[in-house]
C-alpha cells in the first residue's frame, strides 16, 4: 500500500495588511492541519489567490496572479478569495482554472471546504459559515510581526472607495476575543504585533471604543510592542494621544489624508478636514517630536485642479509625512465617485503622482537626517550574509551587521548614516547593545 | 456563537411605497414605512429600485419618530436614475439600505445648541429630518433655490426660522443666491454651521464662513453632487 502523501499548499496574497493577516492565519490552519506550505512553482496540491481589488492596477495585478498560479499548477485546487472575489464573484465562477471562488466574509473557511474537496464531498463555498472573526491566531507566520484583527467592514462610504461594497458594513470584534488573541499571539513567540482592521479607528464594542481597547491590550503582560495599521484621521480624543507614552506602543501613525484641498476632501465625502489633520498632526507631535507620520495620497481625483493639488503638495511639505503611499485615482465601478465630472487625464495623474513622490522622498531623507546618532530598538526581521534588517520603533528600515542566528529579537543600534536611495532609503548603524 | 452581526434578510430591505408627493414639476418624495433600522436626523440611505442594478443616495427627509421613511427627489432630466424613480407609483418596491454618514445631530447638540442650516435645492432634505426629529431646536434655516415653488414644505417651519433665497424669481425673502444672503448675516460667535446641497454652494459658503471668523470645527457639510 502507498502511503498518503502529505499535501502541499501555496498561497499568494495582495493588497492590504489585513488580508496579509488572513493569510497568514490560513496558513497557520494548513499548517496545523498537516499540509507543508510550498510555492507555486513547486507543483502544490492547493493554491490560493487572496485578491485585492482596492485599485484597477489591484485588479490587474490580481487576474495576473490568479492565471500564473492556474497555470503553474494545472492539476492543483485553485481557491480565488478576498475582495476582487466579491466584487468579481460571478466573472470569477465563470472561470474553468478557477475551482472555488470564496467570499470575505467566509474566507476563515477555506480549510473546511478544501478538505471536504479532497474527501469526495460536494460543497458549495456559500455554504460555508460567515464569520469575519473566525481566524485562529497565527502560529506559522511568513512575518516576523503578527496582525490582530480587530475590526472589519467601513461604513464611511468615500466616493472613491470600494471597499465597503466589498468588505461589508463596519463590524467590532469583542473586546475579549481581542485580548485573547493578542494573548495567544504573543504565546506563540511575536515580539510585534500590528492592529488591523478596514477602519479600526472607529471600533466600537459597546461603550469601549478604539482608545479604550488598545489601552486594555497595552495592560496585557508580556515583552512585545504594538503598533497600528493604516487610520483614518478623525475622531482622536486626548487619551489616544497619551497612550503613545507607554514604552510599548510604537510611535508612528499611517494616517490616510487623501488630498490637502478642502474642496478634494469634500468631494471624497472624507470625514475630516485640513485643518482637523492638522491639529491632530500638532497635537501628538507637540508631546513626540519625532513621531513619524506616513500617508496615503490619491492624486488626479475628479474635478482636481492645479491650485487643489498644490495644497496638497503644500500639505505635505507642512506634515513631513517619511513616506507616502501614492495612488493614482482609477475609477472604481458602482461608486459615487465613477458619475463625477472632470475626470482628470492620465497624464496629468502622472506628473502629480512623480511630483509628490519626489518630495515624499525629500521629507524621508530629512527625517532620516534627524536620526543619524540616534539610538532605535529594532526588532530583526531578516539575516541576510551577516546584515540584519528591521524596524525601529519609529517604523523607520535599519541595518546592521550581526553575528549569529538573531531573528526576532530586539536589538538596541545606534544609527551612522543613511544608505540606499528613494524608496529603497534606510538607515545603517552598529548594535549599542 | 458567532460574532458577526445577524445577516440582513434580503426582504428585511424591501419597502413597499406607500405615498408619492408631488411638490413641484420635477421633484417628489417617496413615503415608505417606517424606518426598520435606527437612524440619527441628517443621515443618508442608499435607494435602488427592486430588480434594477442601480442604487444612489439620498438623505433621509423624515424624523426619526415620523410613522413614514421619506426621500426627497429631485428628477435629473438626462439622468439614468431619477427617471427611473420618477415611473414609480404606490404599491411598487424599493430597496434601502443603511443608514449611512456622519452628517446630522445628535440629541444633547440639539438639545442645547444654536444653529444655522444652510442648504440649497433638495439639500433641505436632512434639515426636515432634524427639525421633526428635534421640534425645540434653536435653528435658522437658509434654503437657496431658483424659484419660490422649490420651498419644499415651507409651512413646516417657523416663519422667523426660514429664510427663502430665490436667484430666478423675487418670490423669496432675499432675491439672489444663498451665498449672496449669507454674506450680509450677522451669527452669534458660538454658532454651528449645518451645509447640504450642490458642491459649488458649500465650497462657496464654507469659505464665506471662515471669512467671517468662524472656525473650521464649527462648519458641518454634506455635499451632493
Known amino acids: 500500500m502507498i502511503p498518503n502523501k502529505k499535501k502541499t499548499v501555496a498561497f499568494k496574497t495582495l493588497g492590504c495588511r489585513l488580508n496579509q493577516y488572513e493569510t497568514d492565519a490560513l496558513v497557520t490552519d494548513f499548517s496545523e492541519a498537516g499540509y507543508d506550505l510550498v510555492d507555486t512553482n513547486s507543483s502544490p496540491d492547493v493554491v490560493i489567490v487572496n485578491t485585492c481589488t482596492v485599485t484597477n492596477q489591484s485588479d490587474q495585478k490580481s487576474r495576473t496572479v490568479i492565471s500564473q498560479a492556474a497555470r503553474k499548477t494545472k492539476n492543483a485546487v485553485v481557491v480565488v478569495t478576498g475582495c476582487m472575489a466579491n466584487n468579481f464573484k460571478e466573472k470569477l465562477e465563470s472561470q474553468e482554472n478557477i475551482t472555488f471562488v470564496v467570499e470575505n466574509s467566509r474566507k476563515s473557511s477555506i480549510l473546511a471546504l478544501v478538505d471536504a474537496h479532497f474527501s469526495g464531498e460536494i460543497l458549495h463555498p456559500d455554504k460555508l459559515p460567515q464569520d469575519v472573526f473566525r481566524y485562529e491566531p497565527v502560529r506559522k507566520s511568513l512575518h516576523t510581526r503578527s496582525a490582530v484583527k480587530i475590526q472589519d467592514g467601513c461604513d464611511n462610504f468615500c466616493t472613491f472607495c470600494i471597499i465597503p461594497m466589498v468588505r461589508g458594513r463596519a463590524v467590532s470584534r469583542p473586546v475579549a476575543d481581542v485580548l485573547e488573541s493578542v494573548r495567544k499571539t504573543i504565546g506563540n513567540g511575536f515580539k510585534e504585533i500590528v492592529i488591523t482592521g478596514v477602519n479600526i479607528g472607529r471600533y466600537q464594542d459597546g461603550e469601549s471604543r478604539f482608545e479604550d481597547l488598545l489601552a486594555k491590550i497595552l495592560e496585557v503582560p508580556g515583552d512585545f510592542r504594538v503598533r497600528i495599521s493604516s487610520l483614518e484621521p478623525d475622531g482622536f480624543g486626548d487619551d489616544f494621544v497619551q497612550l503613545f507614552a507607554n514604552p510599548k506602543l510604537m510611535p508612528h501613525l499611517h494616517l490616510c489624508l487623501q488630498s490637502g484641498s478642502e474642496k478634494t476632501l469634500l468631494r471624497m465625502r472624507r470625514m475630516y478636514n485640513v485643518e482637523q489633520f492638522r491639529k491632530t498632526i500638532n497635537r501628538f507631535r507637540a508631546v513626540y517630536s519625532d513621531f513619524n507620520f506616513t500617508t496615503d495620497i490619491i492624486v488626479g481625483f475628479p474635478g482636481e485642479t492645479d491650485d487643489e493639488f498644490q495644497q496638497t503638495l503644500d500639505a505635505v511639505n507642512e506634515f513631513k509625512f517619511s513616506h507616502i503611499h501614492t495612488f493614482k485615482y482609477s475609477v472604481r465601478k458602482g461608486t459615487r465617485a465613477e458619475r463625477l465630472e472632470n475626470h482628470i487625464h492620465e497624464k496629468v495623474k502622472n506628473a502629480r503622482s512623480l511630483l509628490v513622490r519626489e518630495l515624499s522622498v525629500g521629507n524621508k531623507m530629512n527625517y532620516f537626517k534627524s536620526f543619524i546618532g540616534q539610538t532605535e530598538n529594532v526588532l530583526i526581521e531578516k539575516i541576510t550574509q551577516g546584515i540584519a534588517n528591521g524596524y525601529g520603533q519609529h517604523y523607520i528600515p535599519v541595518r546592521f551587521k550581526v553575528s549569529g542566528e538573531m531573528k526576532n529579537t530586539v536589538h538596541s543600534v545606534t544609527l551612522t548614516e543613511i544608505r540606499g536611495t528613494d524608496e529603497e532609503m534606510y538607515l545603517f548603524g552598529e548594535i549599542s547593545n | ?225
Open chain 2, 1 to 225: 456563537m458567532s460574532l458577526m452581526k445577524p445577516d440582513m434578510k434580503m426582504d428585511e430591505s424591501f419597502y413597499k411605497i406607500e405615498e408619492i408627493r408631488h411638490l413641484t414639476g420635477e421633484t417628489f418624495s417617496l413615503k415608505l414605512p417606517k424606518a426598520r433600522f435606527a437612524f440619527q436626523a441628517g443621515q443618508h440611505i442608499s435607494l435602488g429600485i427592486v430588480g434594477g442594478n442601480q442604487s444612489r443616495e439620498y438623505s433621509i427627509y423624515s424624523g426619526v419618530n415620523d410613522d413614514h421613511l421619506e426621500v426627497l427627489i429631485k428628477e435629473v432630466e438626462q439622468g439614468y436614475f431619477t427617471p427611473r424613480l420618477r415611473k414609480l407609483r404606490p404599491g411598487n418596491m424599493v430597496e434601502v439600505h443603511g443608514p449611512f454618514g456622519k452628517f446630522g445631530m445628535e440629541p444633547e447638540h440639539a438639545a442645547t445648541g444654536k444653529f444655522v442650516f444652510i442648504a440649497s435645492g433638495t439639500g433641505i432634505a436632512p434639515f426636515r429630518s432634524i427639525v421633526h426629529t428635534f421640534p425645540e431646536i434653536d435653528y435658522q434655516l437658509i434654503h437657496g433655490v431658483r424659484y419660490s415653488k422649490e420651498a419644499y414644505d415651507r409651512n413646516e417651519y417657523a416663519s422667523d426660522r426660514y429664510t427663502l433665497c430665490t436667484s430666478r424669481d423675487k418670490n423669496g425673502d432675499y432675491h439672489g443666491r444663498l451665498t449672496g444672503y449669507l454674506k450680509s448675516c450677522n451669527f452669534a460667535p458660538d454658532t454651528q454651521f449645518d451645509l447640504c446641497g450642490n458642491s459649488e454652494m458649500i465650497f462657496d459658503a464654507l469659505e464665506i464662513l471662515k471669512r467671517k471668523g468662524f472656525d473650521r470645527d464649527q462648519i458641518h457639510c454634506e455635499v451632493y453632487f
